[in-house]
């Protein structure tokens, strides 16, 4: 998804999915109006129709795409699931890169969420020196485009890890890019926790490690799932870290990078092209989808990287 | 490597990991005397601090130095790179081109999604007209720029245009196009047209969220008042929502800045599309100029700064007041 930095929204905001009636509202007019209605529809349908174009294709035959728009589909309904056959167990099969995609995403997402809450939980309930400045520090690297890491960052992995063409490349690159943002959001949600909850398990004994994993996670995990699907929604659509660290090993590398070169090299290939590309879409559509409310709270709260 | 001995480096992975940092938190917690406060927190904090150091700062300064070498790297060469890049007339396009992509698309995203966050407003269906115009925000660059790579795509007049927009010009009289070959800087606003399809759902979510929580005595004060429509808009929704807009224009503003995967996707940078994002990756990954490519990424950082900084300014006068 997005490539960006992060954000700070200090007006009160709330959840848009999440609607309440309320006395007044602004636009309750708005839609009466045939030129607003229709203002509206012309830009979902401009929003929508590009997408449904290429997924109408996905499902044409390989000739019937070549010679015909997609919207004859509708005077000549001729379905077909080749283009599907043909990328998940075809000779151009997207099968493995898609594996691949999976299995750099999973580590990518649970990493940095284990390694910035602890580090948020120090910044938000820990006393110790310097702790200010450094939280400020971490917060300020938001801002660094991780393009100006990726040339020292590859050259570490070659010649001193010796890690470059692995997984392990990726997952490490996608936990560090992801920490400033990652540290600061759940500092954000830690520190609402009302402090009587955390002087009450102190008192019960309970020491740092019990609090934050007994008392604090099981209450930010709308944060932690808020933040989950921004890096999982991140890492899986990223083609810039992958392009680099493994963007030369096939068997590594995830289906962005895969889609990416497919259309450069087979730009016209449509039938490998549409499928392909929905292939590669399948999967945050569905997350995105089933847990949309917890994405717009995060994006709320502040989060949006690159 | 087959699909299970990939999974097991996967769960081996995140069980490592697990281990190890659960173990540097255990040994942490049995420190016990004065001292004990101090090492829990640095057993806490500097896992992730290394991460940040070794991952993110050490890079970046090598970049920074690395931007003042030459292209292989073996001797010192000033600010010869920048100067290059201010000067050359394929880098002076590229940095054109960056130019427009921060203007429009952080305006034209903005724009299209105030406009949609007020038209649904309270409208019957709203959550679903949200989710259509939110949708692409969960599709990669890659695959967005191959969605209207389809729409543009070109068949020469005559032929069975398979591209809407072709078939549109087609049939309203014109001749099909090639659009990424139209004169540069003319292209280019086909690529830009990607990403404010992308981050239009973002601008519409966080305005429309802003909306919502302007009080309804404000509202019903200025209706009072007579205000309805285009001067309700401009005289209370606007200003109350100012904080959330530009939040929105400098968050878009510095995504735009990095934008790569879809130049790439679409047209590799060739015709006088290239940007300074784009550029970094030919320069430091094709041509295996360092130099150059070290100084286009030092580039897009500096000039994150100012946005970041405006946005910061903009947001304390609003708490301020």
């Known amino acids: ?306 | 490597m087959s699909t299970g001995a990939k999974f097991g480096q996967m769960f081996v992975a995140i069980g490592l990991f697990t281990l190890v940092f659960g173990s540097i938190l255990l040994l942490a917690s049995r420190a016990k005397d004065r001292a004990a406060e101090r090492i829990q927190a640095g057993a806490f904090v500097l896992p992730a601090l290394l991460f940040l150091a070794v991952g993110l700062i050490y890079p970046a300064i090598l970049t920074v130095y690395e931007s003042f070498r030459s292209a292989d790297s073996s001797s010192f060469v000033g600010i010869d790179n920048y100067l290059t890049i201010l000067t050359q007339p394929d880098l002076q396009v590229v940095l054109r081109n960056t130019v427009i992509w921060m203007v429009l698309v952080p305006l034209a995203a903005t724009a299209i999604g105030l406009l949609y966050a007020v038209l649904v407003d309270r409208a019957r269906g709203e959550a679903f007209a949200k989710s259509l115009i939110f949708l692409p925000m969960a599709i990669s660059f890659v695959g967005a720029s191959i969605i209207w790579k389809f729409v543009y795509e070109y068949k020469p007049t005559g032929f069975a245009q398979i591209g809407l927009l072709n078939e549109i010009l087609v049939t309203l009289g014109f001749d099909a196009q090639n659009f990424f070959l139209l004169p540069s800087p003319w292209n280019t606003l086909f690529l830009v047209v990607v990403m404010v399809w992308i981050q239009a759902g973002f601008a519409m979510t966080i305005l429309s969220a802003a909306i919502k929580a302007i009080p309804s005595d404000i509202i019903e004060a200025a209706r009072l008042d007579g205000a309805t429509g285009v001067k309700m808009f401009r005289r209370i929704t606007l200003p109350s929502i100012r904080p959330a807009v530009i939040v929105v224009l400098t968050t878009i503003g510095i995504g735009t800045l990095k934008v790569f995967d879809i130049v790439r996707t679409m047209t590799g940078g060739q015709f006088e599309t290239s940007v300074v994002a784009n550029e970094f990756y030919n320069q430091s990954f094709i041509y295996n100029n360092t130099g150059l490519g070290a100084a286009l990424a030092v580039l897009l950082f500096i000039l994150v700064i100012p946005v970041v900084a405006y946005n910061v300014r903009q947001l304390r006068k609003a708490d301020a007041r």
Do not use: C
Request: glycine share 6%.
């Open chain 1, 1 to 306: 998804m997005t490539a960006t930095a992060p954000i700070l929204i200090e007006t009160p905001i709330r959840d848009p999915l999440n609607r309440r009636p309320r006395a007044a509202s602004l636009a309750k007019t708005s839609l009466t109006s045939p030129w607003a209605s229709l203002a509206a529809l012309v830009i979902a349908t401009l929003w929508t129709l590009p997408t449904l174009g290429l997924l109408i294709t996905s499902f044409r035959p390989q000739l019937a795409i070549q010679r015909s728009g997609w919207w004859n589909v509708f005077n000549d309904p001729d379905l077909t699931l080749d283009n599907y056959r043909e990328i998940l167990g075809g000779d151009s099969s997207l099968a493995e890169y898609f594996v691949n995609s999976v299995v750099i995403t999973i580590p990518s997402v649970v990493l940095p969420i284990l390694l910035a809450s602890i580090a948020a939980y120090a910044f938000a309930w820990m006393k110790f020196r310097g702790r200010d400045t450094l939280f400020v520090a971490v917060f300020t690297l938001q801002i660094v485009p991780l393009q100006v890491a990726l040339i020292p960052l590859l050259k570490l992995y070659v010649n001193q890890l010796h890690l470059s063409g692995t997984y392990w490349s990726v997952w490490l690159s996608h936990t560090i890019f992801a920490l400033p943002l990652a540290i600061f959001l759940l500092h954000n949600f830690m520190k609402q926790i009302p402090i009587e909850l955390i002087d009450a398990a102190r008192v019960d004994g309970a020491g740092h490690v019990r609090i934050l994993f007994k008392v604090l996670l099981p209450l930010i995990t709308p944060a932690l799932a808020a933040f989950g699907i921004f890096q999982f929604l991140w890492v899986w659509n990223d083609l810039l870290v992958s392009l680099t660290f493994v963007g030369g090993t096939p068997e590594v590398a995830p289906l962005t990078v895969r889609v990416a070169e497919l259309a450069g090299s087979r730009g016209s290939a449509w039938y490998l092209l549409s499928a392909g590309a929905f292939l590669s879409m399948v999967v945050p559509l569905i997350v995105f989808l089933a847990l949309q409310r917890y994405f717009v709270r995060g994006l709320l709260a502040g989060g949006l990287k690159g």
